[in-house]
């Protein structure tokens, strides 16, 4: 196992500054998870940290000596990307092995490593198989057997689940947190999907053009969010923001009820609330609907847990309430969190 750290790193392409003086620091052993939307540079840091990059400037550490210009074999770091790169020709026996042959490990010692690391992953029995002839869950816990086998002290992995569909992808979460919490090597993941990162992660690090904008766990980050950046990105559906003077006010959509159900009932902050939409999704409703703010009305919504039965009806203009504890407050202009304000 090894701490990987990063201080104040860059990476310009160009006039696109990809990563943007990042300074990051896992635990060693935990599940890091990198979190941000398309374009945010979080597979770009990950690439420095492997090696597949030079930085623009910064220095990256990985068990705390620094790797700057080292290749990613002396990293001692194993990589599974979003394409899991098998080679089609080779059965799954070789293509877990072939970075072991590659090494010079003798035969009897890369047949012992492939079944430990294929017993790990319940593909034992695949490994006379072609790639092929697997499904894709099957060709993900390859890639991922090849990664163990080279005994790495960090773990890499970007989107590695997202050629899965829906169903595949829970159990595949699964999986590999189980996996990581068994052999305990610090692992660092990039995603877009908060579900994933919500779920795996101990810890998650949300970016934002090239910057880290919020690292903490999952309960920190969704509860506690730094600048309304992260209070919009997590939750889905995501925080409503109304506007207060010089301030916004934040609050989540499942603690935005009606007024008078048992869910809520002390120290309560009271809105008027237009609705224009009501869902059902059997679990819970989604209602949306307006909240007056400073300029004018601000699109809101609420989530109602089907053991809210109260009537609602687009059209209605009802009272719906929110805990003052659950508010949160922006500065409007720079977005970042302040203290509480008068409402």
């Not at 089609?88 to 012992?112: C, W, Y």
């Not at 869950?137 to 990664?147: K, N, W």
């Not at 005994?151 to 829970?170: G, H, I, Y």
């Not at 949300?206 to 992260?230: A, K, S």
Request: hydrophobic residues 40%; aromatic residues 6%; glycine residues 10%.
């Amino acid at each position: 196992m090894a701490v990987v750290e990063t201080r104040g790193l860059k990476k310009q392409f160009g006039e696109v500054k990809a990563v943007d003086g990042v300074d990051l620091s896992s635990k060693e052993g935990e599940f890091l998870v990198l979190l941000g939307p398309s374009g945010c540079g979080k597979t770009t840091l990950l690439r420095l940290i492997a090696g597949l990059e030079q930085p623009t400037a910064g220095e990256v550490l990985i068990g705390g000596q620094v790797v700057n210009g080292l290749p990613p074999r002396a990293r001692k770091i194993a990589m599974v990307f979003q394409s899991y790169a098998l080679y089609p020709h080779m059965t799954v026996f070789n293509n877990i092995a072939f970075s072991l042959k590659a090494q010079g490990v003798d035969k009897a010692a890369r047949q012992e490593k492939v079944e430990w690391a294929t017993s790990i992953l319940g593909i034992d029995k695949l490994l006379q198989r072609r790639p092929r002839q697997l499904s894709g869950g099957e060709r993900q816990r390859v890639a991922l057997a090849r990664c163990l086998v080279r005994e790495p002290t960090v773990f890499l992995l970007d989107e590695p689940l997202s050629n899965l569909d829906a169903q595949l992808r829970a159990s595949a979460r699964d999986e590999l947190q189980q996996l990581q919490q068994r052999i305990g090597i610090t692992t660092i993941y990039v995603t877009h999907d908060q579900v994933e990162a919500m779920g795996m992660g101990d810890r998650i690090a949300v970016m934002y053009q090239g910057q880290i904008r919020q690292l903490g766990t999952p309960r920190e980050i969704y509860d506690e969010p730094g600048d309304t950046f992260v209070a919009t990105f997590l939750g889905s559906p995501p925080m409503n923001l109304v506007e207060r003077d010089t301030h916004l006010i934040g609050f989540r959509p499942e603690h935005f009820l009606p007024k008078g159900v048992p869910e809520v009932q002390d120290n309560l902050v009271t809105f008027s609330f237009p609705v224009t939409r009501v869902e059902y999704l059997g679990a819970d409703r989604l209602v949306y609907g307006v909240v007056a703010g400073t300029s004018g009305d601000t699109k809101t919504m609420a989530r109602l847990p089907s053991t809210v039965t109260v009537p609602i009806e687009p059209g209605g203009d009802y009272e719906f309430v929110v805990p003052a504890k659950e508010l949160k407050f922006f500065d409007r202009d720079t977005g970042l969190r302040t203290g509480p304000k008068p409402l």
